[in-house]
DNA sequence: CTGAAAGCGCTTACAG
DNA sequence: CTGAAAGCGCTTACAG
């Protein structure tokens, strides 16, 4: 029976609709006779009753949902993570996480149309036209994506990340340095901001620029990156993420070449195949815990119209030294 | 202004809701004067109107909406093609596609009610009574999880893939063969099919029974399987995946072992890392846009109401062949 | 070609 | 403590 109402909750317990409903919302305020309440109960039980959402939804104004826009880029587990925090701290509210991922050819708008959740969460910039309609529908926007005027922005600063990376290479006596940039586009808002910050700490290092090369994930292309590097007099690669850096190790290998000795390479994400390859790979860890409860916090704060984000974590990056240093 | 209705753009364009509902939703069968049509179209555009999500699917009884229920287990590259794929086959529909992350304590029943999708597509498999209880609320429900009597199933045979590696390794003359299983429990269903492949496949050859090891990603458990199969005589080893292959490379590396010649190891994925690994992995891949397309035919045959799922797409498994076998 | 009216299923003042 | 009624915003027979 596709179409039990409240209606028949209320004939089948012998009460009024309006009673149905303030048993089964436990409505604030109002109190019910336990033989009643049971009845009603019972009933619903019974019937299999579960009140219409879109009624609902047109009732209140509003939905329990809230909305995940994921960028186009590949999801990691660190995103994983991400989501399940964010789904754990939410259904206490009652709220429920449904996720986007950005690709098709439908537009977004068609899709928190659709949904009207209570809040979106975008993991990548939206456009500016696209926030203002959203917020105009009456839908509290969070985004996530680091941004200079993004207070709540919950993502590691990029920078940081490859000053990080610099800074460690240079502690181990390294003056000229190659980074190795991925080529995704869709990686792009990462990558910008992680190769100006490896380029700030060569700098601050008093160190001649750094040389960066493209390297994709095949052994031909790094191997190609690396030839290049060691015409430059690179003795240390800084490499955009630890795929990019294992296939750095990869080039290296088809010269000949031993790492770190004759070329030391730094990766980021501790990956777990990280610490399975040969050299095992030296790299950047995210404290994607920390992360991951400020997203929550700050997507709950935004719930409750709080004008101020929640504190923001330290940084807490840390590089994890293994044998490719 | 966040309460513009029909009404509204009915009174600025000087016409009904009737009228304007018609103009909006081209409904065929009416025809409309052009001038009153522009006028209306118009007065929508200009007052930035959008129909009610709410109270259209109250009406109409459902939503443009599908859901897509995720597993518990990581999500990779293979199954964001799968999404990718529906959602452009469905945008051609009207349907966009929503994605929930098997996680978070809420259950399940709380999120299909709150959306009421046109169909839900599982990636694992639901309890029955979750799948009655979806029908009975009028959802189509999709199982694509390979089970006995589920001729939708989109995923490529799991056991065949077990069998393709030990064929291969036979073929490769090796005699004593050992297994490295996954240790997550989320990928049981996985994991399950695969080794009992492998096993047919040994037994078909009229070897004896394979090696099995559990193998975390960690080069310690790694070596600790090797040195087992070491002591059981094995000389090649069948991988749950590439992670897994790659962690029995970096066992078999603290042996002071050299692959192939003293143990051989194949895995499945071909995961970019694959071929960047040393030696280079050899795999079996997976023939993932066919999977893809029908995936998606199936979830559209499925909305169409046929009772013959599409024909399944031939398996397509294909060893890689690299250096480590 | 266009409009007045009913009704989808719920919640919530309001009255008793 | 409980009920009759209004109204959320839309679509669609039905009438003109």
Redesign the interface.
């Known amino acids: 029976?596709?179409g039990v109402t409240s209606i028949d909750v209320a004939r089948a317990s012998g009460v009024s609709r309006t009673t149905v409903s303030y048993v089964l919302n436990g409505t604030p305020g109002v109190t019910i006779s336990e033989g009643t309440r049971r009845r009603v109960l019972e009933a619903a039980e019974r019937l299999?009753y579960?009140?219409?959402?879109?009624?609902r939804?047109?009732r209140r104004g509003r939905?329990?949902?809230v909305l995940c826009v994921l960028p186009n880029w590949?999801?990691g587990?660190l995103l994983?993570l991400m989501?399940?925090h964010l789904?754990?701290a939410l259904?206490d509210r009652g709220l429920?996480?449904?996720?986007?991922?950005g690709?098709?050819?439908?537009p977004l708008?068609?899709?928190w149309?659709?949904?009207?959740p209570r809040a979106v969460v975008g993991f990548a910039a939206f456009a500016p036209e696209e926030e203002r309609?959203m917020r105009?529908?009456?839908i509290q926007v969070v985004s996530t994506m680091v941004e200079p005027d993004n207070p709540r922005a919950f993502a590691a600063d990029q920078a940081a990340i490859g000053r990080v990376q610099v800074e460690h290479l240079v502690a181990r006596g390294h003056r000229t340095i190659g980074y190795a940039s991925v080529v995704d586009p869709r990686l792009v808002d990462f990558a910008l901001p992680r190769l100006a910050g490896a380029r700030a700490a060569c700098a601050d290092a008093g160190l001649p620029d750094l040389v960066a090369a493209d390297v994709e994930?095949?052994?031909l292309s790094?191997a190609d990156a690396v030839a290049r590097w060691r015409a430059s007099g690179v003795t240390a690669v800084a490499a955009y993420n630890d795929?990019v850096a294992?296939?750095v190790?990869?080039g290296a290998?088809t010269h000949g070449l031993r790492c770190p000795d004759d070329l030391a390479v730094i990766g980021v994400d501790d990956l777990?195949?990280a610490?399975?390859?040969?050299p095992?790979l030296t790299t950047v860890g995210q404290p994607i815990g920390p992360q991951a409860h400020y997203l929550a916090a700050a997507v709950l704060a935004t719930l409750d119209g709080d004008s101020e984000p929640p504190p923001h974590p330290a940084e807490g990056l840390g590089v994890i030294v293994r044998a490719s240093t």
Request: proline share 10%; net charge negative.
């Open positions: 029976m596709p299999g579960a009140p219409s959402a879109a009624a939804a047109l939905t329990d949902l590949p999801i587990p994983d989501l399940d789904a754990t259904a429920s996480v449904l996720v986007h991922h690709r098709g050819p439908r708008s068609e899709l149309r659709a949904v009207t309609a105009q529908a009456g994930l095949s052994v790094a795929e294992l296939a190790l990869a290998r777990p195949l610490a399975l390859a040969d095992a």
